[in-house]
């Protein structure tokens, strides 16, 4: 974990700011980026999307509700027979079940089929709620955050060891349903991200692209010199938020400071990516086009800790703040 976030004063602002009988969302935000400690991490990450309301008192109802609905909306679409569906929505529920597999594959937990059926119920359902985008690859790595923190409210230790069938059936649906609820909100925030062409995303890549030619011009020329486009690479960054690109074990770090960005996060990704690209600007020089498709498909960050990580925020943090107000090189 990373020091910052575990240190006691930071703790103690925490639990200042959770306990009292109205959070104020803008000073947890503050808190949150820096990163969370994880035992608050479920209840910060509802309240930052907006899924548990800041009054304490009204908390527990409305979560109350929220979850069976959720049940309800399962029990509507997914628990249905194949008779009862179109065939787009079976050729759908197919492609879930293919990809829910192959998410996360290096963690074993997520390779238990009960976690499998989870995020197959939790993305079935969200597609068929969201005809405008449906099921678009990669939605099944954005589940995946959701599912830890919300299981490390019933689990405990290490990932590795857990053991989802040690729940009760009640507890795995709740999981599911505030899984289900706050990726609902995260993609709100980014829906055209995963509609026809994505063009959320392709307009996002361009920004990279403009925003690494700023900052660092000759890893921008020689990329082009040697004929790469950003979109070879950059794309499945933003489809996948960096989840495929770091250790699982990092991820829920990253996603604080992305969940306490909120609606401008859309844009500080553009920020972080060129951060995350950059770490490597003196290997990248040294490449062949075949070279650099496969430095950037493989990237050497296994052995990645929580100081990696926050180096690449706290450029992120400073180019955002230098930049941000000149938009010219950010023109769409």
């Given at each position: 974990?990373?020091a ?101 594959p290096?963690v ?56 989802i ?11 599911e ?33 403009e ?113 941000n ?8």
């Open positions: 974990m990373g910052r976030a575990t240190d006691s004063a930071r703790v103690m602002k925490f639990t200042k700011e959770l306990s009292g009988s109205t959070v104020i969302l803008e000073k947890l935000r503050e808190l949150a980026w820096s990163g969370v400690p994880p035992y608050m991490r479920p209840n910060t990450w509802r309240l930052l999307l907006g899924y548990a309301p800041p009054n304490s008192d009204r908390r527990e109802g409305i979560l109350r509700r929220k979850r069976l609905e959720y049940f309800d909306c399962v029990a509507q679409f997914y628990d249905i027979p194949d008779t009862e569906r179109s065939d787009d929505e079976i050729n759908m529920l197919r492609q879930i079940s293919v990809d829910c597999p192959r998410t996360v290096d074993t937990f997520f390779q238990q089929e009960q976690v499998q059926k989870s995020l197959e119920r939790i993305l079935y359902t969200w597609a068929i709620r969201h005809p405008a985008s449906g099921y678009v690859q990669g939605i099944n790595d954005l589940a995946t955050p959701f599912l830890v923190v919300f299981l490390s409210e019933h689990l405990e230790g290490d990932i590795l060891k857990w053991s069938s040690d729940l009760s059936p009640d507890k795995i649906s709740n999981v349903a505030d899984c289900y609820w706050c990726l609902s909100k995260l993609l709100d925030g980014m829906q055209d991200h995963y509609t026809f062409a994505q063009p959320g995303i392709q307009r996002l890549v361009f920004k990279l692209k925003l690494v030619n700023r900052i660092d011009e000759p890893v921008s020329r020689h990329m082009e010199e040697q004929g790469l486009e950003f979109l070879q690479f950059a794309f499945r960054w933003f489809n996948c938020l960096l989840i495929r690109e770091i250790p699982f074990h990092l991820v829920t770090r990253l996603w604080d400071t992305y969940l306490a960005e909120g609606d401008a996060l859309p844009d500080f990704l553009v920020y972080i990516f060129a951060s995350f690209l950059l770490t490597w600007s003196e290997e990248l020089q040294k490449l062949d086009f075949q070279e650099l498709v496969m430095f950037l498909q493989h990237l050497p960050t296994e052995n990645w800790t929580h100081q990696e990580l926050e180096m690449v925020l706290s450029r992120a943090f400073m180019w955002h703040s230098m930049f107000n000149s938009p010219s090189h950010l023109a769409s």
